[in-house]
Every structure is written in C-alpha cells, then in structure tokens.
C-alpha cells in the first residue's frame, strides 16, 4: 500500500513475523525470525508479533512468547490447516490490511516464497526475496534488506521507502534462533476466518512427508555431497553413512542426479538447491560453476578428489587429494571412535 | 489449451556487472543464455500441447537482445514468441515486472495456463510466477515436479516442499513454476531452429498492451535497490592434505573436531 507521506506511514507500526508450521509444530526458521525480529522491533521501538495462520495453532502462542513475541496473531481454523496458496494470501492480505504492521518477515521456505509474492502484489507493498541480513537505517527508519543475488556473486541493499509494510523473506539459518525465556508471557490476538478467504480454485488432495529421508538440505549444517567420480548409487550409499554419522545431509552434483544415481531433491547448485551450511564436504565434485554458485557461502568448505586442479579443490579450505573411497569409509571409522 | 510460458533472458554465469545507475544487473551487452528453469517450462507447455492441443507462446520482457532468447523458445517448437520491450518497463522489480506480464497476458486473451521457471538464476527471487497469479487473480502452484492429470480445465500437479511434496488439484486458469524433476526439456533439430529463424517475434510496448505506466519501470517499482557490492571474499587461503586414506581421514576428522563440527 503506497504510503507517501509522514502520517500514512506512521499508520503502520510492529514487527510481524509469519510462522512456518507443520502439523503441530513452529518450524525454527520461525524462531530465528523472532530473534532477527525483536531486534527490529527494539530499534523501531514497537512490537514483534508472531502470526500463525492454521489448524491448532492457538496452542503454540505460549512458545512464540518465550522466544520474544509480543503478540500472536492467531487464526485457528480448518480452512487454513493445508498450505492452499490463495486461503493463506488472502487471509494474510487481509490481516495486513487491518493492523497495518511496519515490517512483515517470512521464511524464505518453498511455502513463504509461494505466500509472500502473492500478498506483496495483492497489497501493494515491496518484497526482497531470501535476504541474509536486515538492519534498520538509524536516520529514516527504514528496513534495510541485505540479499545474495546471482548465485552470491553480488550482495544487494534493498529498501522500501514509499509502501507499506516493508517486506521480507529470509533465508533459513541465517538468523540466530533467540535463547528460550519460559516466564515471558505476550497478548493473544485472536481473528476469525473469513470464509471469503478459501480458495474455490485449487484443494489439497494429499500432503505427504518423506520419511526417513535424513535431514533436511536447506537445514543441514553439514553437508556430505557427491559427484560424478562417486560412481554409482553404491558410491551415495558410502556418503549416506558418513552423513549419518555426523548428523548431516546427503547432497549431489547435477552430473549425479542426471545419472540416476540420487534423487533431484538433493541436487545443489544451480538448478537444484542453493545451501549455507557450516560445513561442505564435495566428495568427486570437479566444481562446476552452477554447483560452486549453490554452494560457496558455506562457511567450511572440504573437497576429496584425485585431481588437485579441479576447480573444488582450488576454492576448497581443505583440499584433500586421494580417493574418496578410502577415505571416506576412514572418516566414519574415526568419527565412530570419537 | 492455450498456454503462456515465461521465459527470461540471463546474463551467462561468468558474467555479470551492475548498471551504476540502477544498481541493477546490466543486461545490455552482456552475453546472455535463456534461464535453465525456464526450460522445463517451455517442454511442459509443449507437453500439454501434445496431449490436449492447443497453442504455445513464449512470453519474455527485456531489451530487444531477449529477441535471441525468444527464438531459442521457438526452435524448440513454440509456436509464437512475444517480446515486450519498451524503456517504460526498464528498471522493473518483482512487483512492476510481474504487473506488466500479467497485463501482456490479459492482452493476450484466452490464456488458460502461465508455466514459468521456478526461478531465474539472476535475481534468484522466485517472485515473479505468484506475483503474476495475483495480478490475474487466478491459482497458483510452485516447484510442480509433476503433472499426473489433465482433465478437461482442471490440472492436478505434484508441488515439492521442504519435506515432502502435496498434490493439488488446480482450476484453469492458474500459473505454476516448476522444477527440473518435471521433464526433459528435447533438443531443437536442425528444422526446427531454422524454422525459428524465420519466425515472427511480435514485440509489444506498454502502450499495446495497455499498461497503466505508473505500476512500471523504477517510479512503478515498490523496492530499490539502493547498494550493490561484491560478497566478502573467503578470505582463507587452501591447506592441501594427501597421504593414504586413514592418514587423511585422521587429519580432517582431526580439524572438523577442533571446530566442534563433529
């Protein structure tokens, strides 16, 4: 909503954060939301609401509280229990249109990068997709959002001057998750759901959770990942148990997940998933520019390969040269033994 | 059906510089590749075509060179390329970009499905494709991974999560962004890419397709772009580790212990 003068922007005021859920549970992404969130709110001198939009969500008020909320926006209803793209807009939409928060924040989560475009159009407000920092700027107060663009090969500083809220999604892990104060209580804010908002357009017919699957990518804070030199799936099978043992995910180069060998879920790069872990481990990845620009702000970056030229090796902080299929089995034995 | 596909022009990997005065990415004189998303796009919508007929058309914004990109789209058996390209949308954001398709895309008339990219691999946004549903009031579903069924105007779809995938059942008209897992985009012939040479690509100004032009360009933009710099470089200079496979796995494990990564 365009808002050009000093009074229409001083309508709109607190920080909301949107909660991600899964049946019966805040994904953390939401609490490290909440700990960039009140930070926000302390500079701007307002609230941090936390809004949960779904089926059941009443119960988890108490939780956003102790991580620093001061206010949940709940709608508790079965019309929004599954993630329907137009039910959960227009119900944000429309919540936005009525508390006229400052600054809405979203993970930057396949179901936040499907919501939040849709709302910043209905609205009418400017959007920064995946950002990895948010300050507020002292003179204007103003939300500046610090986004990776181009595969992290430039970093943005992106503001919204003249619209209202200043939106943002941010990426998973990037954010510090806030320290748990179970005594801190906070105001519950309860809408009803406008059965205007339900989409006539689109349902869920069936939400399946793979099981069993290891850790998530995009969550991982170590990644074991493999390339064409791993051979075969017998090769990911090997990485599968070093990933176990050190409570990491399994990902893959595009050559690998061409081949057959490991599933498109776990692909890194380019065209598969951009990952920030703590730690990167590329067994037999060469180093493909659409892999390197998937993976090269993690924050250690290992590579095992025979052939110390690859481009892996160069950018790598270890750079170990030797077989993979000797070594890795030798980690596991180690880290067993730890 | 008839059927829109996206597509966007990129700079090439290796390349990219910033226009001083937008701090947005230059897209003039750069070498430039059809983003790899948008593949997968293009083979869906031809995909359609072949089960339910119907038409395709490519859709792109951007300077003339997009032309190029255009006719990749062709060769590979669009039937139809559109170029909107007018200084008006120049400097565009999420927002002014995804107003300006969606208007090409009500001009058009009749359009029944909007396929995009799940993203572009230069802004990396993933904004457009919702931002254009919205401005068409119409459904969405993004990372569409599969598409089981097509039944009179209704499309069920397969859309990927973090954990899992749902399946939905959408009501055309709708726009959906999809993932490589969908398809495997086909190879242009050489008839084909030579037919591409000689088709039409319409280029359309704000004008033509009736663009209010205070929702476009850098003034119809919410967001600016107020700094751009390079990222922080690594910094860290490499240690090389060899020997045979217990001596190094000793060494590693010993290093990711010391940063309690273990």
């Known amino acids: 909503m365009i808002a050009r003068t000093d009074a229409e922007r001083n309508e709109y005021r607190h920080v909301w954060v949107v909660a991600e859920l899964r049946p019966g549970e805040v994904e953390s992404v939401t609490w490290e939301l909440l700990g960039a969130g009140r930070r926000l709110a302390d500079a701007r001198g307002c609230e941090l609401w936390c809004v949960l939009l779904g089926k059941g969500t009443a119960g988890l008020a108490g939780e956003c ?28 939409s429309a919540l936005i249109r009525k508390h006229k928060p400052e600054i809405v924040l979203c993970g930057a989560t396949a179901r936040g990068r499907a919501l939040i475009p849709r709302v910043a159009v209905q609205i009418h407000a400017g959007l920064t997709a995946d950002c990895t920092g948010l300050e507020i700027e002292p003179d204007s107060g103003l939300l500046l959002q610090t986004r990776p663009a181009f595969g992290g090969n430039i970093i943005a500083t ?25 005594a801190r209580s906070g105001r519950l804010v309860r809408e009803s759901f406008d059965p205007a908002w339900a989409s006539k357009l689109a349902r869920v017919l069936e939400a399946i959770r793979h099981a069993g699957d290891g850790v998530r990518l995009g969550d991982a804070d170590f990644i074991v990942a493999g390339g064409r030199a791993m051979g075969g799936k017998k090769g990911f099978d090997m990485l599968r148990g070093l990933a176990e043992v050190v409570g990491g ?43 390197l620009v998937g993976m090269q702000s993690a924050d250690l970056i290992i590579a095992i390969d025979k052939n110390p030229e690859a481009p892996m090796m160069k950018l790598a902080d270890y750079a ?11 980690m596991i034995e180690e880290i067993r033994r730890l | ?68 990109s255009l006719r990749e789209a062709l060769s590979c058996g669009t039937d139809r390329g559109v170029l909107l390209c007018d200084r008006a949308f120049a400097g565009s954001d999420t927002w002014a970009t995804s107003y300006a398709l969606a208007t ?16 572009a691999v230069d802004g990396d946004t993933a904004q457009v494709g919702p931002g254009i549903a919205a401005h068409l009031g119409w459904p969405q579903a993004t990372y569409v991974s599969a598409m089981p069924g097509v039944e009179g105007k209704r499309l069920t779809v397969r859309r990927m999560n973090e954990d899992g995938h749902d399946v939905l059942e959408v009501d055309l008209p709708a726009v959906m962004t999809v993932v490589k897992d969908l398809n495997t ?23 033509d397709i009736g663009a209010d032009a205070r929702c476009l360009g850098l003034d119809g933009s919410p967001t600016r772009v107020v700094k751009t710099s390079p990222p922080p470089p690594r910094g860290t200079k490499t240690v090389h580790i060899a020997g045979d496979g217990r001596t190094c796995a000793r060494q590693i494990v010993h290093e990711l212990r010391m940063k309690s990564l273990v």
């Open chain 1, 320 to 330: 170990i040269e030797g077989d993979v299929f000797e070594i890795v089995p030798a």
């Open chain 2, 104 to 119: 090409a895309i009500r001009h058009l008339g009749g359009v029944e499905l909007v396929l995009c990219g799940k993203q």
């Open chain 1, 158 to 182: 992106i503001k919204s001057a003249d619209h209202r809220p200043q939106m943002a999604t941010v990426r998973p892990r990037v954010m510090v998750e806030p320290p748990i104060d179970p």
């Open chain 2, 1 to 68: 059906m008839k059927i829109v596909a996206c597509i966007k022009q990129v700079p090439g990997t290796n390349d990219c510089t910033i226009d001083p005065e937008t701090k947005r990415l230059k897209r003039e004189g750069v070498e430039a590749v059809l983003n790899p998303f948008d593949l997968y796009a293009l083979e869906q919508a031809m995909l359609l075509r072949e089960a339910v007929g119907g038409e395709v058309i490519a859709l792109s914004m951007g300077p003339p060179q997009a032309e190029t």
């Open chain 1, 65 to 92: 509280f102790a991580r620093g909320a001061d206010a949940a926006l709940v709608v508790d209803d079965p019309g929004l229990e599954h993630f329907v793209d137009e039910a959960h807009a227009n119900a944000l």
């Open chain 1, 249 to 291: 995910a399994l990902g893959a180069s595009r050559a690998a997940v061409d081949a057959g060998w490991i599933d498109y879920a776990h692909q890194v790069g380019q065209t598969g998933t951009t990952v920030q872990p703590k730690c990167y481990l590329a067994c037999g990845i060469s180093g493909q520019i659409q892999h």
């Open chain 2, 185 to 207: 985009p086909r190879v242009p012939t050489l008839r084909s890419c030579l037919a591409a040479r000689k088709a039409t690509v319409t280029v359309l100004t704000a004008a």
